[in-house]
């Protein structure tokens, strides 16, 4: 049974940084897809980032590009998002997400990826 596990939320002041973790069970992150979406209360879900773990540059989201990095460990079967700079919009459930394929420009659609986690909350206080 294939379960995606985030961890790593938290509550922050803005300017701070968290790192958020995603653990794959059952499934391996290598040679896949793997992003990060969020959602605000009210919000539709959002792409945030992704990373083809087989090798290639990852992609932003405009609203985090050089705040969020996003990364992996193949041996941890793990993938890991550092956030920076925090801010008050940055409040949200974030997602894990797993695709088999490739990347790609379609990324941030919800519906290409086949798993989900549970969601880690992140709040940033003003």
């Known amino acids: 049974q294939v379960q995606l596990v985030e961890s790593g939320g938290g509550s922050v002041q803005a300017g701070g940084s968290l790192r958020l973790s995603c653990a794959a069970y059952g499934y391996s992150v290598s040679s896949n897809c793997m992003a990060w979406f969020r959602q605000a209360p009210g919000k539709e879900r959002e792409g945030v980032a992704a990373i083809y773990t087989g090798g290639s540059s990852p992609y932003y989201a405009d609203s985090v590009k050089g705040r969020f990095t996003i990364s992996q460990d193949n041996a941890k079967n793990t993938v890991y998002l550092q956030m920076n700079s925090l801010l008050p919009e940055d409040t949200a459930m974030y997602y894990c997400?797993?695709?088999?394929?490739?990347?790609?420009?379609?990324?941030?659609?919800?519906?290409?990826?086949?798993?989900w986690g549970q969601g880690t909350q992140v709040t940033v206080s003003s």
């Open positions: 997400a797993a695709d088999w394929n490739t990347c790609g420009s379609t990324w941030y659609w919800r519906g290409r990826y086949n798993y």
